[in-house]
């Protein structure tokens, strides 16, 4: 099982690839879901009916 680990005397090499390679991949999971959550909240944001201004001079006129 040592020998696994050790790979033939590249283990450092080896296992560096595969943090690399991990970190990436995590990495990319993060910025692919912030970016669909700020894609959806802008859509959302884009189909929601605009809000009725409040006129302030118009209150209490006659």
Known sequence: MSEFFAMGGYAWYVWMA?????????VEIV????????????????????????M???RGAR
């Open 31 to 54: 910025t692919v879901r912030a970016r669909r959550k700020r894609a959806f909240d802008e859509l959302r944001m884009s189909l929601e009916p605009p809000r009725p201004r409040s």
């Open 56 to 58: 302030p001079h118009a």
């Open 18 to 26: 595969y943090g690399a390679a991990a970190l990436a991949i995590v």
